[in-house]
């Protein structure tokens, strides 16, 4: 790695055919990169994905114009010289091999990619006192300024009020498909599943200490196995719920913070104020887990508050029983 960055070119050594042969090189690179985005966006985004094949041809042109230039001013061998090649020149981050990318991301990157290009160029003008270099430079960044407005046309033309309603519900579908369900289905498990233990063991020893200890060791496990669960049983491909990793993280923090919720009051040494607090808390756990799938799996609140409290309540009761007997 160290002589890679030592035998880097400065920005400022390098020559107006370099310059042009660098810009070259990143238009056709940036090309790519879009037409990797359209590719990906396709099947669930098709008008966002025809604005990213615009955008292509848009850089393709550029290209071809910085091509016609070479060749009019240095000929037509182009100096092999890419963005790697040069110290402090912008990079481009290797979000596209990414095998899940959320359309925010994939929007967001296209702008970073626009404005970090246009930037770098107006600060290499600035930068130069060569007459020729400057407006070499200052033309680049215009270029780049003409990507981001083009870019919004192509928007403007492919992405209609009912397109963009279309991709919108279609991402929020993909954002409760990978974070919300696995993470609902952890916190119900972290916070039913572990009441009995809990209880059980509060109410056998009446020791807090012992109580908090067990509980935590029953919700980190269940967080662990629970993540990896949903992680291994499912690679997203053929059920597009994304990431398998993103779905048990969700899963497995949720099914953790579920857990520890009613655990944490037990480091109050006093046993009847930790276990009136852990009570409270587990209402209010039962309450969210209502609310979330009201709010996002669009239950009736009604019955979910019914199915939740009913199973939290009679998890508690046999833990309790248990404990207490």
């Known amino acids: 790695m160290l002589s890679s960055l030592v035998s880097r070119r400065r920005f400022a050594d390098l020559s107006e055919q370099e310059i042009l042969a660098l810009a070259i090189s990143s238009e056709e ?4 990169i879009y037409r990797s985005y359209a590719e990906r966006l396709r099947g669930d985004y098709p008008a966002s994905a025809k604005v990213f094949e615009g955008m292509a041809v848009e850089e393709d042109g550029h290209r071809q114009r910085l091509i016609d230039l070479h060749r009019a001013r240095f000929g ?3 100096p092999l010289i890419r963005r790697e090649h040069v110290a402090g020149f912008y990079a481009r981050r290797p979000v596209w091999l990414a095998q899940t990318l959320s359309l925010d991301t994939i929007r967001g990157e296209a702008q970073a ?6 930037d770098f160029y107006q600060r290499a003008a600035a930068r130069t006192s060569d007459a020729a ?3 070499l430079l200052g033309d680049l960044a215009a270029a780049e300024a003409g990507h981001e407005r083009h870019a919004e046309h192509l ?3 492919h992405l209609t009020e009912e397109a963009r309603g279309s991709e919108d519900q279609a991402a929020k579908r993909q954002f409760i498909l990978t974070w919300v369900q696995p993470g609902l289905a952890g916190l119900m498990d972290g ?7 809990i209880f059980a063991t509060a109410f056998a020893t009446q020791d807090t200490w012992t109580t908090f200890l067990v509980g935590s060791a029953a919700s980190v496990g269940a967080g662990i196995s629970m993540g990896f669960t949903e992680a291994a049983h499912d690679d997203g491909i053929l059920s597009g719920r994304g990431s398998p990793w993103k779905r048990g993280l969700a899963s497995g923090v949720m099914t953790t913070i579920g857990g520890m919720g009613h655990a944490l009051p037990y480091l109050i040494p006093d046993f009847w104020t930790a276990t009136t607090i852990a009570m409270v808390v587990v209402f209010v756990e039962l309450w969210a887990i209502a609310w979330i799938q ?7 609140f009604l019955r979910a508050a019914l199915q939740v409290v009913l199973g939290g309540a009679l998890v508690f009761a046999a833990g309790a029983l248990i404990g207490g007997g």
């Not at 916070?191 to 233990?197: D, G, H, I, R």
Request: aromatic share 4%.
């Open 76 to 78: 037509e061998v182009i």
């Open 29 to 32: 690179d940036d090309a790519r």
């Open 191 to 197: 916070s039913v599943s572990t009441l009995a233990p």
């Open 113 to 118: 990619m626009e404005k970090a290009a246009g």
């Open 294 to 300: 009201n709010r996002f799996m669009e239950t009736p």
């Open 133 to 135: 270099t400057r407006r």
């Open 155 to 157: 928007e403007d033309h």
